[in-house]
T-cell receptor, first 115, second 110 residues
Framework: EAGVAQSPRYKIIEKRQSVAFWCNPI?????LYWYQQILGQGPKLLIQ????????DSQLPKDRFSAERLKGVDSTLKIQPAKLEDSAVYLC?????????????FGAGSRLTVL | DAKTTQPNSMESNEEEPVHLPCNHS???????IHWYRQLPSQGPEYVIH???SNVNNRMASLAIAEDRKSSTLILHRATLRDAAVYYC???????????FGKGITLSVRP
């Protein structure tokens, strides 16, 4: 089966600019996650969707970050305006419902550099 | 979220077994023990999970202490491709969030 697709793989922007990342989860996976991974740290959950509804966005900096999953399939994460500390890898993951919910499948990530 | 404690790093030799420890003294009865690993420049990858009994799959084995306050991920024959950061995570139910710590960096010597 195809994995979790993410784009772009790399993005370099200047501070105060905006950026958007796209994620296409594994077909049929109801739950979608966005994680932020700063160099040298473990991934940190930003937002979790169940179909097209938000389950957890407690760690999403809502003044500058937004995410949507309009049709319960692919998702977009946007940062506007970007800050230097947003430089990180943004990872998308998905999981199925039922027994398969135990396993998250991650994409390769989108690396953001803010100058 | 219940926390886990792992050493920062470990070295092993190729083709030898590797035992990666994890302490989770505050684990609750409904917490599952999950392991993920992250190879360089890739997203994390599921390895194994368990609740009380030891578990085996094609990638690894998970040995869980009787009191569940610690566990060990066992790679039976390390290869160079197993060099990665390994994360031990507690998750209280299938749909709850996965909270990553810093993990343990495994280096494999040829």
């Amino acid at each position: 089966e195809a994995g979790v697709a993410q784009s772009p793989r790399y993005k370099i922007i200047e501070k105060r600019q905006s950026v958007a990342f796209w994620c296409n989860p594994i077909s049929g996976h109801a739950t979608l996650y966005w994680y932020q991974q700063i160099l040298g740290q473990g991934p940190k959950l930003l937002i979790q969707f169940q179909n097209n509804g938000v389950v957890d966005d407690s760690q999403l900096p809502k003044d500058r970050f937004s995410a949507e999953r309009l049709k319960g399939v692919d998702s977009t994460l946007k940062i506007q305006p970007a800050k230097l500390e947003d430089s990180a890898v943004y990872l998308c993951a998905s999981s199925a419902q039922g027994w398969g919910a135990n396993v998250l499948t991650f994409g390769a990530g989108s690396r953001l550099t803010v100058l | 979220d219940a926390k886990t404690t792992q050493p920062n790093s470990m070295e092993s030799n190729e083709e030898e077994p590797v035992h990666l420890p994890c302490n989770h003294s505050t684990i609750s009865g409904t917490d599952y023990i999950h392991w993920y690993r992250q190879l360089p420049s890739q997203g994390p990858e599921y390895v194994i999970h368990g609740l009380t009994s030891n578990v085996n799959n094609r990638m690894a084995s998970l040995a869980i202490a009787e009191d569940r306050k610690s566990s060990t991920l066992i790679l039976h024959r390390a290869t160079l491709r197993d060099a990665a950061v390994y994360y031990c995570i507690l998750r209280d139910q299938a749909n709850s969030k996965l909270t990553f710590g810093k993990g343990i960096t495994l280096s494999v010597r040829p």
